[in-house]
T-cell receptor, first 116, second 112 residues
Framework: DTAVSQTPKYLVTQMGNDKSIKCEQN?????MYWYKQDSKKFLKIMFS???????INETVPNRFSPKSPDKAHLNLHINSLELGDSAVYFC???????????????FGQGTRLTVV | RKEVEQDPGPFNVPEGATVAFNCTYS??????FFWYRQDCRKEPKLLMS???SGNEDGRFTAQLNRASQYISLLIRDSKLSDSATYLC?????????????FGTGTQLKVEL
C-alpha cells in the first residue's frame, strides 16, 4: 500500500482554469505539507497542516487554497491557473516526536502540472 | 542569505571514489537535520538523519556542526546507483509548526 498518494500524477490544463490535486496518507501522521518544485528543481514549502489546522502558509498567492477534511487528507485547489504555476507539486506527511519536532517526512510521487 | 545552502554541482566522480557534500543553514534554532535523496522525476526519500555526534550508515557518513551551522555527507566507494540529487533538509519549529526547509540539492553523477 502506498503511504502517501496523490492524484493526478500528470495534469495539463489551460491558463485561467481551476484545478484540484488530492493527497491522502495512511501512516496516521498528524502533519501534512504541500511543496512546489520548480524547473530549477528547488523544493519550496507552500503549506503545512497539523490535525486539519493550517500551521504554515509561506506567502502563497490566495489562488491556492488547501483543504484538509481530516488529518489523513490534504487537497490543493488552484484557481485561475497561470503559466508560472507549472511545476511539480509534492504532498508529504510527518509525525512529531515527544519534543514536537518532525521526524522523517514521506512524500507522494508528485503531480506534474503544466499550464498552457 | 538562503535558509539552507548547498553547492548545486554537478559532481562527476568515477566509481569507487569518495565524495563529500556540504550544507550550511541560517537558523541557529533549527531542531533536526536530514539528508534526502531524489532520483530524476521521483519524490525525495530520506537517506539519513543527521545527529550531533555524527552517524554512519554503511558507506554514508553524516556530520553536524551546530556552532558553524554546517552539515556534511560523505559517500565512500561510490556506486553507479548513487547517482542522484542529494538534498540537505533542516527542520525548525516556526509559527507553531514544523517547517522542513530544503536546500537546492547537490547533483551527483557516478561514472564508470
Amino acid at each position: 500500500d502506498t503511504a502517501v498518494s496523490q492524484t493526478p500524477k500528470y495534469l495539463v490544463t489551460q491558463m485561467g482554469n481551476d484545478k484540484s490535486i488530492k493527497c491522502e496518507q495512511n501512516l496516521g501522521h498528524d502533519t501534512m505539507y504541500w511543496y512546489k518544485q520548480d524547473s530549477k528543481k528547488f523544493l519550496k514549502i507552500m503549506f503545512s497542516y497539523n490535525n486539519k489546522e493550517l500551521i504554515i502558509n509561506e506567502t502563497v498567492p490566495n489562488r491556492f487554497s488547501p483543504k484538509s477534511p481530516d488529518k489523513a487528507h490534504l487537497n490543493l485547489h488552484i484557481n485561475s491557473l497561470e503559466l508560472g504555476d507549472s511545476a511539480v507539486y509534492f504532498c508529504a506527511s510527518s509525525q512529531e516526536d515527544v519534543y514536537l519536532v518532525s521526524t522523517e517526512a514521506f512524500f507522494g510521487q508528485g503531480t506534474r502540472l503544466t499550464v498552457v | 542569505r538562503k535558509e539552507v545552502e548547498q553547492d548545486p554541482g554537478p559532481f562527476n566522480v568515477p566509481e569507487g571514489a569518495t565524495v563529500a557534500f556540504n550544507c550550511t543553514y541560517s537558523n541557529s534554532a533549527s531542531q533536526s537535520f536530514f539528508w534526502y535523496r531524489q532520483d530524476c522525476r521521483k519524490e525525495p526519500k530520506l537517506l539519513m538523519s543527521v545527529y550531533s555526534s555524527g552517524n554512519e550508515d554503511g558507506r554514508f557518513t553524516a556530520q553536524l556542526n551546530r556552532a558553524s551551522q554546517y552539515i556534511s555527507l560523505l559517500i565512500r566507494d561510490s556506486k553507479l546507483s548513487d547517482s542522484a540529487t542529494y538534498l540537505c533538509v533542516v527542520n525548525g519549529l516556526t509559527g507553531g509548526g514544523n517547517k522542513l526547509t530544503f536546500g537546492t540539492g547537490t547533483q551527483l553523477k557516478v561514472e564508470l
